[in-house]
């Protein structure tokens, strides 16, 4: 288990963060400047808290009122970087033992032709990270980083400097890779909510320096605690409601003159709150299905490669709705015709006032 509570004042900015995770894939997700890579490197030991404590595995790897602070190199962890960090005046071989130069010459050879062979790299040993592929650098750094045999993996936005083409297949490949060698916690950041999704088990939302959530991947999309959370799962519909109702099985709510029904999730006390659907869980068609179906008015379109974006107006709110491309077509058609918006009961998510900012 990975245990992380502690404090860093970094110029006007303050990380103060606290969470827990027991094993797999945590995904840190937050925007630019809430503290994710700085994050990573408290827990490397890369940078020292103010205060607080870190230990993973029970082990205790820095705690200020007891003044431990365990250096990085004894800390057991495996740091990869952005941009893979691999030494350019050395091998592929070398590269992967330098993290293990400290043992005997045949020692190294030994673990270094094992790690090459599972990484697929036994033909590249003699490589220098400018003879190979994005892929291939990938697979050399996580080999080098597996090698010293951690206890948890820290991943910087590994993907980030990838082109768009090639990021799927080597995320597909990493995934694989750390699931056939690593049994230990991995965490990995990113702002990419679809790369977090894919990748992660859990997914840690971090905001200005604050742990706001932390969850399985779909209740952190599909029942954000907080506003910032609904925002960057990718939410475009959110408005201010207000809780009119409610029995053990639903809540009513309003805005306006848009009264809806909202499976009853959790126990919410404030009358204010705020409701949100992902565009994707709306549907419009020519026919009123149920008592959360209105008249909408389609106001304007998006078209994408593979789905299209609907903007319709609907009881004085603007509301983003994605269709395939068959559909879009044949709404478009007969664009003049009334159409129904649907808002599905379970799938509409309430955040409680409290944390409206946040």
């Given at each position: 288990?990975?245990?992380?509570?502690?404090?860093?004042?970094?110029?006007d900015?303050l990380?103060?963060?606290?969470?827990?995770?027991?094993?797999?894939?945590?995904?840190?997700?937050?925007?630019?400047?809430?503290?994710?890579?700085?994050?990573?490197?408290?827990?490397?030991?890369?940078?020292?808290?103010?205060?607080?404590?870190?230990?993973?595995?029970?082990?205790?790897?820095?705690?200020?009122?007891?003044?431990?602070?365990?250096?990085?190199?004894?800390?057991?962890?495996g740091?990869?970087?952005?941009?893979?960090?691999?030494?350019?005046?050395?091998?592929?071989?070398?590269?992967?033992?330098?993290?293990?130069?400290?043992?005997?010459?045949?020692?190294?050879?030994?673990?270094?032709?094992?790690?090459?062979?599972?990484?697929?790299?036994?033909?590249?040993?003699?490589?220098?990270?400018?003879?190979?592929?994005?892929g291939?650098?990938?697979?050399?750094?996580?080999?080098?980083?597996?090698?010293?045999?951690?206890?948890?993996?820290?991943?910087?936005?590994?993907?980030?400097?990838?082109?768009?083409?090639?990021?799927?297949?080597?995320?597909?490949?990493?995934?694989?890779?750390?699931?056939?060698?690593?049994?230990?916690?991995?965490?990995?950041?990113?702002?990419?909510?679809?790369?977090?999704?894919?990748?992660?088990?859990?997914?840690?939302?971090?905001?200005?320096g604050?742990?706001?959530?932390?969850?399985?991947?779909?209740?952190?999309?599909y029942?954000?605690?907080?506003?910032v959370?609904?925002?960057?799962?990718?939410?475009?519909?959110?408005?201010?409601?207000?809780?009119?109702?409610?029995?053990?099985?639903?809540?009513?709510?309003?805005?306006?003159?848009l009264?809806?029904?909202?499976?009853?999730?959790?126990?919410f006390?404030?009358?204010?709150?705020?409701?949100?659907?992902?565009?994707?869980?709306?549907?419009?068609?020519?026919?009123?299905?149920?008592?959360?179906?209105?008249?909408?008015?389609?106001?304007?379109?998006?078209?994408?490669?593979?789905?299209?974006?609907?903007?319709?107006?609907?009881?004085?709110?603007?509301?983003?709705?994605?269709?395939?491309?068959?559909?879009?077509?044949?709404?478009?058609?007969?664009?003049?015709?009334?159409?129904?918006?649907?808002?599905?009961?379970?799938?509409?998510?309430?955040?409680?006032?409290?944390?409206?900012?946040?």
């Open positions: 288990m990975l245990d992380v509570s502690c404090k860093k004042q970094v110029d900015f990380l103060d963060i606290s969470f827990k995770f027991n094993n797999g894939i945590l995904g840190i997700l937050g925007p630019s400047g809430s503290g994710k890579s700085l994050t990573l490197q408290c827990i490397a030991g890369l940078i020292t808290p103010d205060s607080g404590h870190i230990s993973l595995n029970s082990r205790t790897l820095f705690n200020s009122h007891e003044k431990i602070n365990i250096p990085t190199r004894l800390r057991k962890i740091y990869m970087f952005q941009n893979y960090a691999l030494f350019p005046h050395l091998n592929v071989a070398e590269n992967i033992a330098f993290g293990i130069r400290h043992l005997k010459k045949n020692q190294r050879q030994v673990l270094v032709n094992n790690m090459l062979n599972k990484m697929k790299l036994s033909n590249y040993a003699n490589y220098y990270p400018s003879q190979l592929s994005g291939q650098q990938q697979r050399v750094a996580l080999a080098r980083t597996l090698i010293t045999e951690p206890e948890i993996l820290l991943l910087d936005e590994p993907f980030s400097a990838l082109d768009s083409h090639i990021k799927h297949l080597l995320e597909q490949e990493l995934l694989e890779i750390i699931k056939n060698n690593f049994s230990g916690i991995v965490l990995f950041v990113t702002h990419n909510i679809e790369e977090a999704y894919r990748l992660a088990d859990q997914i840690l939302i971090l905001s200005d604050k742990t706001i959530q932390l969850a399985d991947k779909k209740e952190v999309i029942h954000p605690t907080s506003l959370t609904a925002r960057l799962t990718g939410c475009k519909n959110i408005l201010d409601v207000n809780l009119i109702d409610s029995d053990s099985e639903k809540y009513v709510i309003s805005s306006g003159s009264k809806l029904e909202v499976k009853n999730y959790n126990n006390s404030s009358p204010r709150l705020i409701a949100g659907i992902h565009p994707h869980n709306l549907s419009i068609s020519s026919e009123k299905t149920t008592n959360n179906s209105y008249t909408c008015e389609i106001i304007d379109s998006m078209e994408g490669a593979f789905t299209d974006t609907l903007i319709v107006k609907c009881e004085g709110h603007i509301f983003h709705v994605n269709v395939m491309k068959n559909q879009y077509d044949k709404i478009m058609k007969k664009k003049g015709q009334t159409y129904y918006l649907h808002f599905p009961m379970d799938k509409i998510f309430l955040i409680s006032e409290s944390n409206f900012r946040t």
